[in-house]
Nanobody
Framework: VQLQASGGGLVQAGGSLRLSCAAS????????MAWFRQVPGKEREFVAV????????YYADSVKGRFTISRDNAKNMVALQMNSLKPEDTAIYYC???????????????????WGQGTQVTVSS
């Protein structure tokens, strides 16, 4: 599956952004979808994951209550709505996909076989 992330940009603290990730090439509904983020010099960090049908989602503690992951299997798209943004949310955001769901390690980037190219999110203070 090929992934294309978009929607990043520059926003002031307290603002909102909506990231999108368009998928192509395979049956989208067969894939668990996730968002990760990375700051230069640091490891890639888990943000959120959503199940194949969209019924279950999990979040990193740092974004819980502020970010919402969703998917539209008819449109082959997953989104990340980010509200109440903070300067520490600044990073390159990546969407990721895998056919398998690792219930005890969904937060590990090594468990995702497919990655988008990343989209930059910058939050100014």
């Amino acid at each position: 599956v090929q992934l294309q992330a978009s929607g990043g940009g520059l926003v002031q603290a307290g603002g909102s952004l909506r990231l999108s990730c368009a998928a192509s090439g395979r049956t989208f509904s067969n894939y668990v979808m996730a968002w990760f983020r990375q700051v230069p010099g640091k490891e890639r960090e888990f943000v959120a994951v959503i199940s194949r049908g969209g019924a279950m989602s999990y979040y990193a503690d740092s974004v819980k209550g502020r970010f919402t992951i969703s998917r539209d299997n008819a449109k082959n798209m997953v989104a990340l709505q980010m509200n109440s943004l903070k300067p520490e949310d600044t990073a390159i955001y990546y969407c990721a996909a895998d056919r398998s769901y690792y219930s005890s390690s969904y937060y590990r980037s090594m468990n995702y076989a497919y990655w988008g190219q990343g989209t930059q999110v910058t939050v100014s203070s």
